[in-house]
Structures are given as structure tokens and as C-alpha cells.
């Protein structure tokens, strides 16, 4: 039996993994520990995991099926979508629930905290997208060499 995984999803998943193993890896160096083990799925920092996984994919999408292919426009679109939200959206929330731990703090409110889902900033999302568009050219040109 034949088992050949999709490309796409190759890209997709190396990206996603490697970004997160890098947050965790520079988060560690800058804090000097390495015990932060959910570092490797939490929202925020450097780079954006979820701008290097839709660019690598959207990347691939590109060299495979053409850059003037309507899925290639989708995926660009898609990814102009994700990284607007890393930075925008995210980040705001980001930012408004951080102000409300520090209020919660201040008037001493007892209880769990909520949780602050963290965005990105602008850097994060860049450095994100050159990261996925990186992975996508390893990959690929890995695979067709083969």
C-alpha cells in the first residue's frame, strides 16, 4: 500500500511546528529557562506560527498550481485575512485582556483569571511570513528533487 502525504499538508505542518519550536527556543534563550513547555501551542511572540503556516501553504500552492491559479488567489487572500487578524484583532484583544489582569490585580478580585489570547506585532507577522515562504521552498524543492 502507496501512502503519499499531500505537499500541502507537509508544508502546512512543518511550518505550524517549526514556528512553534522556535517561539519556544527564543522565549527560553530571553527568559533562561526552558520549562515553559506550553510555549509550544500558546498564541503571541516570535515568530507568528499562524502567518508561517498559511504562507508556506499558500506558497506552495503558488509553485504547484501556478501563482495565476484561482486557488492561488484564494490562499492570498486567505493569508492576507490571518495575518491582518495576528495584528489587528488579536493583538488588540490581546492588549484589552492584559489591562483587565492588571485592573483584576489592582482591585485584588479573587478567582482564576481569564486567559490572554496574545496577537502579534507587525515583526512577528513578517518575520512569520519569510519563515512560511522559507519552509515551502525547502519543502518543495526537497520533494521534487526526489
Do not use: C
Amino acid at each position: 500500500m502507496d501512502v503519499t502525504l499531500s505537499i500541502y499538508l507537509i508544508v502546512g505542518a512543518v511550518a505550524w511546528a517549526s514556528a512553534q519550536i522556535a517561539k519556544y527556543l527564543i522565549k527560553s534563550i530571553r527568559t533562561k529557562s526552558f520549562r515553559q513547555m506550553n510555549l509550544l501551542y500558546l498564541s503571541g511572540d516570535m515568530p507568528s506560527a499562524h502567518t508561517a503556516t498559511v504562507i508556506a501553504m499558500t506558497t506552495v500552492i503558488g509553485l504547484v498550481d501556478g501563482f495565476g491559479s484561482g486557488l492561488f488567489a484564494l490562499a492570498a487572500i486567505f493569508s492576507a485575512v490571518v495575518m491582518y487578524d495576528a495584528v489587528m484583532v488579536r493583538r488588540s484583544s490581546g492588549e484589552q485582556g492584559a489591562a483587565l489582569l492588571a485592573y483584576f490585580t489592582e482591585i485584588k478580585r479573587k478567582g482564576v483569571p481569564p486567559r490572554v489570547a496574545k496577537g502579534h506585532t507587525p515583526l512577528e507577522v513578517f518575520v512569520g511570513a519569510l519563515w512560511g515562504i522559507s519552509v515551502a521552498l525547502v519543502v518543495f524543492f526537497a520533494t521534487v528533487n526526489q
